[in-house]
């Protein structure tokens, strides 16, 4: 098994290894089957924290190994936590309303019940109709299945549109850009269908799992994110290794060459957009129910670009780095904006970390763009010795913006 | 008293009669002639005594039935009515107890009140509080007052006047105001006023004249007209209101169209809800009261013997309820072939509210004339709003296309740009109180500090990155978040404002439709300036002929002695200062904000991309494009700027896929690739 998947990547093996240590700890320390040391609302931020980091193996797969900068998949993220919140908010308000109307004498009827649920929930915005597309919002499998087809198909879509006219660099990130601003905007409308910028709220609760308590829910949310996460990072271990990684990293390096060697780019770019678009609707179905609201903000242009900016701190190029990447930043920022960090003072002025953290987050960030393009990641490499070339400044070669593997070998 | 006021009466006649017969009759009571002041009121004066003839009316005081009496004062022709009647209308006309004389009154020192003749308007004496009684006419009199008064302010020696009389009279019209304004235009001397009157003459024509042909000849005269007083006084005549009848429509009605029940614009529910509402149907019972009534009906957990847990489908509770009605214990309600009975057996339509037919054919035809002009205005008006939102666009665009064009750097930090732009207008505001004065420090100022920015962040970052162009996007935003997350820490959440200066209030009105305000026009005025700067930088300059170079080879023209770097940084603190100055054009109708930049930043990439990369006429037609894209889908759906944008955007989405490199594409080398 020379040439086995762990084989040629042993960080896969470190990472499982380290995952699982990390779930085991926060079970046994987490409230809802351990001791209790940690609280259910942390427990919470740690699964969440899982599932930014499997969209942050997405981001890292399109972005640092095929080298499309998309600053569109925080929308596929959201698109996957729309779904899931469309059952899991029908399928509540059912149970809700099937219990107050059973306080009736006479039994309602299933279009009396079926009003009950479109007043409650679309309430909010004026209306009591359901929109054509909550059609299949009251099966779980069918809307499961919406979560990995919407982001899906979207991305099929836009990446044939965009791929095909070969947009590429700059413009395709304007372009990805172009198409959050568009979804976010018209999920904000109130006749979007999807509650407008109410969005859909009161995911936490599981219908069917009334009884069960937060703390235990959230403790299954965790596994749940944690398994989804070692799976996408085998998925994307499993993809860019192999025959398959080579083109898609010979595409970000030099994508014309790559189309003279005879490989059809369009279909390895449009495979790779489609696929990290699902693991990013996938993480988002998992991430809302963890929060408990989704609204459109969320698919603000803006948080696609932060998805960008962990990466890149993470490290590009690099799976484990992108986890890292996300899961530090992500903290960090929790830590900083929850306003638990003490206030420093200086004498004349007092900085107030709430206030400062962005601008601190900005400037780092320039900072490890400037001088540590590798990111945390990086760092792993000084521990086994592998250096960057000196270049002194020198051309990078046709595309300027990568890193040839065998410079990164050496 | 009745024989009294009779024998006063006839005494006040006889005096009329004496004094009509006296040549001038108001110049012979207004002279100084002592002894009869002297002697007390005169009671002989005409204006007396037509007050005194409608005596009883006026102290009756009653809206219905002191018409009489207003339409005396006002066609006496006497110069004193005016007067009379606006004293009357402000409370300030006297009765005393004593002979029933009117009189003006003031208050005179020791608490009585001097009494002032109503012809002469001298004072005739004094009276005690209690001597006299205070004529407090109710709003309604008033207001008919207000009505009589009016053709003599029509008539008014003073233009102003007889231009307010002109605006109260088209605030509210009343029948009463056509005959005066009829009066009153042929003695009018001003031309202007004169126009007015005539046109107003007609459209309370329109609405008053018993005639129909003047009617019809007045509205035919204002086909085409844009005035929004003509609308307003054409739909009153085209409005409808929905009818029922059973059998055809009756005799005599004014119908505007049929209506079939079932139809888009009478759906039957709607059709049914009319028959109820005119009495020619049974009302059929709701859903939720059919349901109460079947709870108000349980017998043993049965409804009139169906079991309540058949109970939950709309046929079981339809059947239950039939029962339960034909035991009596329900009003019957209606039923599916019943109401469809009631619908054949009725028509309905659209009755025009006013009755003659020819007069709404003719206020229809009119109103399709100027809903026609209207429309064509409105492209106009569309157009120019279009321009203006085009000429925003170019300018946050511009310093983006230098920089992002010319250079090949994304600058996400450009919507900053113009936030710094926009603050330094503030501040510099906070520091010079007047307007003109602190916009005029504020351009170049705004200019100098982000070209400041821009030279410093390009030293810094940028020139670090230039083989790198995703990196640079990448450190380019992070340099936005962090200044705008500064901007909230230095000036607050909320909102600042950039006030314009007075002279740029206002707006152009070239008719009722169309308008644009002064703001926009400088605006569009300083887009233009900027792009005819541009193309004189770049074409007449020594900084813009290496500024080419550089941007089609830097090393040629390195070798031929240009600093690249030092070309860099001029195009880079170039671009940025645009972008302050933009910053301060766009604070200045926007409200400022530390997301000021953000909302711009999109449509500003938008218009390069569209536009075409590294070409500035590429970006003015990528701004026009999107400006009039964005103002057309708004017009198509008003309502909702947000869907606008959702599809502007995406129709550049798919405007990409037919020209991927803009409209205008650089060819050859220059591409780049």
Known sequence: MKDSLFARNPSVLIFLGLLAAFVAAVTVLGEGVGMGLISTSFVKTLGKTLCLCLIAIAMDLVWGYTGILSLGHFAFFGLGGYMIGMWLMYARTETIVAASLAQAEIPPTPQEIRDAIGTQIFGVVGGSDFPAIWAFAHSLPLQLALVVLVPGLLALVFGWLAFRSRVTGVYLSILTQAMTLALSLYLFQNDSGLRGNNGLSGLQNIPGAADVPQSLLSIWFFWGSAAALALGYVIAAFVVSGKFGSVIRGIRDDEARVRFLGYSVESYKLFVFTLTAVIAGIAGALYYPQAGIINPAEMAPIASIYLAVWVAIGGRGRLYGAVIGAGVVSLLSTWFTGGQVPDLPLGIYTIKWVDWWQVLLGLGFVLVTLFAPKGIGGLFDLVSGRRAPARHGADLGPDTGSFREKEAEQ | ?????????????????????????????????????????????????????????????????????????????????????????????????????????????????????????????????????????????????????????????????????????????????????????????????????????????????????????????????????????????????????????????????????????????????????????????????????????????????????????????????????????????????????????????????????????????????????????????????????????????????????????????????????????????????????????????????????????????????????????????????????????????????????????????????????????????????????FVFIMRRTRLGLEVRAVTQNPRMAASMGINPDRINMLTFGLGSGIAGVAGVAIGLYAKVTSELGQDYIVQSFMTVVVGGVGNIWGTLLGATLIGFLQKGIEWLNPSNTLAAQTYMILFIILFIQVRPRGIIALRGRAAGD
């Open chain 2, 1 to 533: 008293m009745r024989l009294f006021s009779v024998f006063f009466a006839c005494l006040v006649v006889v005096s009329v009669v004496f004094a009509a017969l006296d040549a001038g009759p108001a110049l012979a009571q207004s002279g100084p002639v002592g002894a009869e002041v002297e002697s007390g009121p005169d009671q002989t004066s005409p204006i007396q005594s037509i007050l005194q003839e409608n005596r009883e009316l006026i102290e009756k005081s009653s809206r219905r039935t002191i018409g009489p009496a207003i339409a005396a004062l006002r066609d006496s022709g006497l110069p004193a009515a005016q007067s009379v009647l606006e004293k009357w209308q402000d409370k300030a006309l006297y009765q005393r107890k004593s002979d029933g004389l009117f009189f003006f009154a003031e208050p005179a020192d020791g608490g009585t009140l001097r009494l002032i003749d109503i012809a002469t308007g001298e004072a005739t004496g004094e009276a005690a509080r209690d001597e006299v009684d205070q004529l407090k006419p109710n709003s309604g009199i008033r207001g008919l007052i207000g009505a009589a008064l009016v053709q003599f302010q029509l008539s008014d020696p003073d233009p102003a006047r007889r231009a307010a009389a002109l605006d109260a009279i088209g605030r509210d019209a009343e029948p009463d105001h056509l005959q005066a304004l009829r009066g009153a235009i042929a003695s009018e001397t001003d031309p202007g006023l004169k126009a007015r009157k005539a046109r107003l003459e007609r459209l309370l024509t329109i609405a008053y004249d018993p005639d129909p042909a003047a009617r019809i000849a007045a509205i035919d005269s204002f086909a085409g007209d844009l005035g929004v007083d003509v609308r307003a006084a054409l739909n009153p005549l085209v409005a409808t209101t929905r009818a029922v009848a059973p059998g055809t429509p009756p005799e005599g009605e004014n119908v505007a169209r049929r209506l079939t029940p079932g139809s888009d614009a009478l759906p039957e529910a709607e059709a049914y809800r009319l028959l109820v509402a005119a009495g020619l149907a049974r009302p059929r019972i709701s859903p939720a009261d059919k349901r109460n009534a079947l709870a108000a009906h349980i017998e043993n957990g049965t409804v009139a013997g169906i079991p309540l847990e058949d109970l939950n489908s709309d046929e079981a509770r339809d059947r239950a309820y039939a029962a339960l009605a034909a035991r009596g214990l329900v009003p019957p309600t209606a039923t599916a072939q019943g109401v469809q009975a009631a619908l054949d057996a009725h028509s309905f339509y659209d009755r025009y509210a006013e009755p003659d037919p020819a007069v709404t054919a003719a206020a229809e035809d009119a109103l399709d004339a100027i809903a026609f002009k209207v429309g064509l205005n409105q492209v106009a008006d569309l157009s120019l709003d279009a321009l203006s939102l085009a000429s925003i666009y170019f300018l946050a665009a511009i310093g983006l296309a230098i920089t992002f064009g010319v250079m090949g750097v994304i600058n996400m930090a450009h919507g900053e740009f113009i936030m710094m732009g926009a603050y330094t207008g503030y501040v510099v505001q906070q520091i010079v109180p007047n307007y003109t004065v602190s916009i005029l420090i504020a351009l170049p100022l705004a200019f100098a500090v982000t070209f400041a920015a821009g030279v410093a962040m390009e030293r810094l970052v940028i020139r670090w990155l230039y083989n790198r162009p995703l990196e640079t996007l990448l450190a380019t935003f992070g340099i936005s978040i962090a200044l705008q997350q500064l901007a909230k820490n230095i000036f607050g959440t909320q909102a600042r404002p950039l006030t314009s200066p007075s002279w740029l209030d206002g707006a152009l009105q070239l008719n009722d439709v169309v308008s644009i305000s002064y703001i926009r026009i400088a605006i569009f005025v300083l887009a233009l300036l900027f792009l005819a700067l």
